[in-house]
């Protein structure tokens, strides 16, 4: 069983790569769709070389009205998004409407959301260490809210966000985000990109060993803990102690989703949880259900970025 297990354990940030691609050229990106739903359009980007350090993939996805109010659950996946709405913005839960660009910060909880009318957005999902790099805002400002980008004094962004929503399709929108996004990467200041460079490290020793003291994380990032959790602030969004129960969560999901016969507890076991009860607590917080309703109430999944899955 252990040899199955690791096999499966890669790069979290990096499982979109087995279901679609994206021409070896930088200039010409191509989108794969992900299912044949009638009416829902759902693609991911793979992003040029230059980015694949920074961002894990961009996603669209594009709802025609006659589907009508489409609900989904997202889960915690240990990134920060930027949100481009080019049609209705979704609503959380069936309230309040979300921004009509925005950055999503960290989550330790799940959230519902749900179309109203025609849905058309793209999303740019960032690895756990990289927003910081992108925005100088701290990560943590962000951290379990969605904010409205017209909010955050950043005028090009704002520029950007204007532009991808008259732009004539996602691809065109896509390559004014990368155009955005190599521009900010080239101004990055040399101490913010070697700080998190150090965070880097520390999200790779989580995402091998998910159980991984924080004591020894920081010892194997050479600074001090309380350094490590100021690191974590500003680069993540999480603190370290919440990344590792993210990122372990979400090996989890993948271990059900490659092993459905696999009971509760084996996959508490393998993961290093205490016990039992204590997996049952983190189900229960990034899902809202518990154990014995997960199965039927959600589809595992372990792609690791915060967006609709659509259920079959």
């Known amino acids: 069983m252990a040899a199955n ?23 010409q990106l191509q989108m794969q769709p992900r299912t044949d739903y009638n009416s829902i359009n759902y693609n991911i980007v793979v992003p040029c070389q230059k980015l694949q350090p920074y961002i894990v ?32 913005p979704l609503l959380f839960g069936n309230r309040s409407q979300q921004s009509q660009a925005l950055v999503r910060g960290q989550d330790f909880s799940f959230v519902d959301v749900c179309t109203q009318g025609e849905t058309d957005f793209i999303a740019v999902v960032f690895r756990p260490f990289a927003a910081h790099l992108f925005m100088p805002h701290s990560a943590n400002d962000f951290s379990n809210q969605m904010i409205d980008i017209e909010q955050l004094d950043d005028k090009r962004l704002t520029i950007l966000a204007q532009k991808i929503e008259e732009s004539d399709s996602n691809l065109k ?19 913010v990109a070697s700080n998190a460079k150090r965070v880097e490290y520390a999200v790779q020793l989580i995402n ?3 159980s991984i003291n ?14 490590l959790r100021r690191l974590f602030a500003e680069h993540v969004g999480l603190s370290p102690q919440e990344l590792v129960r993210v990122a372990r969560f979400n090996q989890a999901m993948l271990l059900m989703l490659n092993n459905p016969t696999w009971a509760f507890v084996d996959i508490a076991l393998e993961l290093n949880y205490t016990d039992s009860a204590h997996f049952s607590h983190d189900i229960k917080q990034f899902t809202g259900c518990a154990p ?21």
């Open 292 to 312: 014995t309703q997960f199965n039927s109430k959600c589809r595992p999944y372990s792609e690791f970025f915060t967006c609709p899955t659509i259920n079959s």
């Open 214 to 227: 924080i004591g020894r994380l920081a010892q194997q990032t050479c600074v001090s803990e309380r350094q």
């Open 173 to 191: 929108a896509i390559e004014l985000i990368e155009t955005e996004l190599i521009n900010r990467l080239t101004n990055v200041k040399q101490n």
């Open 208 to 210: 091998n060993e998910p």
């Open 57 to 88: 993939h961009y996603w669209t996805l594009q709802i025609a009205a006659e589907v009508g109010r489409w609900h989904e659950r997202t889960l915690p996946n240990g990134c920060v998004s930027w949100f481009f709405h080019r049609r209705n």
């Open 5 to 27: 297990v690791t096999k499966k354990r890669e790069d979290y940030w990096n499982l979109q790569i087995h279901y679609f691609s994206k021409n070896n050229t930088d200039t």
